[in-house]
Structure formats: C-alpha cells, structure tokens
C-alpha cells in the first residue's frame, strides 16, 4: 500500500504539528510534555498497525524532528520530549523501536528482511560487531570497564534496529521523509527565532533550536533543489540566510569542516575544475592569515561562529602544541585528543593493530584531557578519576581506538569512495561518517537515510537485490 493512499496517510500537517510541540514546549510544562509525548508514541503504533510502511516512516521523522541533543547539549537533565523521555531509566525511543521491531517481525511472519549494503554500510556492520566482541573480551578480562562497555554498546545497538526498520521503506519513502524533514527543520528555526524559544550556548548566546537535520542540511541545501520547488526552495534559502545574518544559528568547528569538505566535493566536482585543485588549496592556505585578520576585524567577537573561526585558524598560527592542546576549546580538544592516540599508537602498537572494542579507552598520557573535565565538558569526572578516556570528539578517533588498523582502514576507504561519487545524498552520508555518526542514535539513523537513497542510485551490479531469509 502506499505510503499516501489507504485510511492513514503519512502527511506534511501531522508532522508540523508535532514540530511546533516540540519548539513551542521546549524546556517548559515537562507534565505537557510527557503526555503529549504518549500521545506520539500511541499515534505511531496505531499508524504502523494500519499501515507498516507510513507507520516506520513517522517513527523515523519523529526520531530525527525531536529536539534532541543538538538543541540539549549543555542541559544537566533531559526533557520529556519524544527524544528524551525515559522510562525506568531507558530511553522510550529505543525501548518503542525494539518493540516495533518484534512487532514487525512477528506479523512479518518471521521473515527478516535483509538488504545487501555498499561498502560504507558494510563499514558500520564491521566496526559494530567486531567492537563488540572484541570489547566483550577484554571487558571478561577487566581490561575494559563494564559500565563503559555498556554505554558503548547501546550508542550503537539502535543500528541495526534502524537498519531492519529502513528495509520496509522503498527509497520513495526516504525521500519523502528527507524532504519534509528539510522542510520542516528550517520552519522550526523560524518558529523558535520568533517565539524566543532559544537555547543556551555559553554565558549570554542563544541560538535557535535544532534537531538531527539542521546540523547536515544548513549549508548544502541548494544541492538538494530537485527535492522542492524553486519557490520553496528559494524560501528556504532565504530563511537560512536570515536566520545567520541574525547570528541565530549555531555554527560549531564541525559544521566549518562541513563547509571545507563542501567546498572541496564542489571543486573536485568536474575534471575541469579538478586539474586546479592544488592550486586553490594552495591559495586557501595562503589565505589563511589574512583572513583570519578580516575575521577578527569585521565579525562581531561575541559570535560564536568567529569564535570557532579563529580556534581553527589557531592551528595554523600556533606551533606549540601544548598551547593548543591547552587551551580549553573544542579544537583545542580535538588536538588533545590526536596528540594522546598518536602517544598511544607509538608506545601500543600491538594495541592499534587489533582495538580496544567497546568500552576500550586511552589513559591521558600528555595530561591534556584533564582540561577538558566537567559539566558540559567533553569528558566525565569518573574519566580523569580511572585514567581512562572512552569517548572523542571525532568518528576517526573513535574507529581507531575500537577498532584498530583494519577497522580504520575499512573507514577510510568507504570516505574515499562517498567522496567521489557525484550525488548529494553520497556526501551527505560522507560528512556524516566523517563527523557525528559515533555521537548519537540519530546521527546513525539519518546516515541511513542518506545512504538507501545514495544506494538507489547505485548500478545494479555494485549491489545485490534485497532478500529474504527464513
């Protein structure tokens, strides 16, 4: 049945409905919230019973519109919106996607449905399972700490719920869903910029609310034109202009690294324009110090995207390492962290060949992860109390640590190959896996959005039919 024929719909007004909930509601009437948040989850299971197909598709639009950690990043609690409600201390997202999914299995007649993956979703399968048992060994072996094992592990078992529930959609579906989904994120912003419904980045900047798109979709929108209208289209630009021109969209050191790697898919784009690839990369570099001059001189230092800015370019203008690793700011961070695996990989080479798996962590040898302990910090008070350092800022550290040099080998190699190819959902799932896949569930999800319509476009040759298994 189709997902827009039969008695329930998958429809643009329901999930409007539920965006201007989850921005009108933020951080307020938790009580409102909750109920409201009950009312969701019952709506998707009625809709799932009707139709399965247009039921998955809500769960999925639900999961990825919620207000989640993009918008709660520095909160100490979490609210009782569709993403964060708990129960007995478990996230009720994951505990209805697991039901569901038994659901589906059960009424599937026990038929698991099961696609062929390209090599970046073979990526995903590798890195999970094999971090599992690995980290399952050396957790027995109290190499690894159990809790963090756990914590691991249930960042990366909605993976393959995900995967199972995708397999009912047609790459129809997901496009609908990335459509609306797009849509709907940008007239959230609107909503929350002109309600006042902010949240708190830093002592006196507030940025409009975001969900799981808006980190992925601000700036390579125009790259996804045959998606609306140019009327829409044109309306969507104009909003995510204004909405900057106001400083009212976050912008972190990993969406500057969205807009390099834009840049660079955009100039190596065409053999024409590939021919002067170093040349412009030389010209950028060149750049560098005049533009952060025009930065620092023109921008208003309050913002933080002039203050993540000139963190970047402190890298190319400072040479001492400690300073940077020191400096208690995300790229400083991010250098704190490269530092210590280097140190690691140098002294445990046998280590970095094989992983750690989940639950595996890296003592802070330099003493530079110590600086960034505390609330709303990179890291836990019980990680500089154990010397052990189990969560990083970016995929690639993470895949080394987890997975050691096979693992990492198998990720680069699946970047290389969503970088080349030439469609925007290719590289929409690249930025993801280069960026924010290992830091939630959503990001999982959304890159497995990206990724069955990247597929849809595949030749038939590069990947095998879906199938059944009894």
């Known amino acids: 049945m189709s997902p827009q024929k039969g008695f329930i ?12 909930f989850e921005v009108i509601l933020y951080d307020k009437l938790p009580v409102a919230q909750a109920v409201i948040s009950v009312i969701e989850y019952t709506f998707i299971l009625a809709s799932i019973i009707i139709n399965r197909r247009v039921g998955v598709m809500y769960l999925i639009s639900f999961t990825l519109l919620s207000m989640g950690a993009w918008s709660y990043v520095t909160q100490e609690s979490l609210p009782y919106n569709f993403w964060g409600l708990r129960v007995f201390g478990f996230s009720a997202n994951i505990l209805f996607c ?62 393959f719920l995900y995967l199972f529930l995708i397999s009912f959609l047609s790459a129809e579906d997901s496009k609908i869903i990335l459509k609306y989904g797009i849509a709907l994120s940008i007239i959230a912003m609107l909503i929350s910029y002109f309600s006042g419904q902010l949240f708190d980045y830093g ?89 952060t001059s025009w930065i620092s001189q023109n921008i208003d230092p309050d913002l933080v995207v002039s203050y993540k800015f000139n963190q970047i370019f402190s890298v190319f203008e400072i040479v001492d390492i400690d300073l940077i690793a020191f400096s208690n700011t995300s790229m400083g961070n991010i250098v704190a962290e490269a530092v210590t695996i280097i140190h690691w990989m140098d002294k445990n080479f046998f280590q970095f060949i094989i992983g750690k798996g989940f639950g595996g962590g890296l003592n802070d040898t330099n003493g530079y992860l110590a600086t960034y302990v505390g609330p709303g910090a990179g890291y836990s008070e019980v990680d500089l109390a154990r010397d052990q350092f189990t969560r990083f800022h970016l995929p690639l550290f993470e895949v080394i640590v987890k997975a050691g040099l096979l693992g990492t080998i198998i990720y680069l190699r699946a970047l290389i190959l969503l970088f080349k190819r030439r469609d925007i959902f290719s590289f929409s799932f690249f930025i993801i896996l280069l960026s924010v896949f290992s830091n939630s569930k959503e990001m999982i999800l959304l890159s497995l959005i990206f990724n069955h319509l990247a597929m849809s476009l595949t030749k038939p040759s590069e990947i095998a039919a879906s199938h059944i298994i009894k």
Not at 9 to 20: A, G, N, T
Not at 103 to 108: H, K, Q, T, V
Not at 130 to 143: H, I, P, R, W
């Open 203 to 291: 002592e006196g900047h507030t940025f409009v609310l975001m969900n799981s798109f808006s980190f992925s979709i601000i700036f390579p929108i125009y790259f996804f034109k045959d998606l609306f209208t140019k009327k829409h289209l044109y309306f969507f630009l104009a909003s995510i202009l204004f909405l900057l021109i106001q400083g009212k969209v976050f912008i972190g050191s990993k969406s500057i690294m969205l807009i390099i790697f834009l840049l660079l898919w955009i100039v190596t784009s065409s053999y024409r324009a590939f021919k002067y690839f170093l040349f412009v990369l030389l010209f950028l570099v060149i750049l560098v110090q005049p533009l």
């Open 9 to 20: 719909r998958y429809r643009f007004d329901v999930l409007f409905l539920f965006v201007f």
């Open 98 to 159: 697991i039901g569901i999914s038994f659901y589906l299995l059960i009424s599937n007649r026990f038929r698991v449905r099961l696609n062929k993956q390209n090599l970046a979703s073979q990526f995903y399968i590798f890195f999970i399972v094999y971090s599992f048992l690995l980290g399952g060994v050396f957790t027995l072996a109290s190499k690894n700490y159990y809790d963090n094992f756990i914590k691991d592990f249930l960042v990366y078992l909605p993976f």
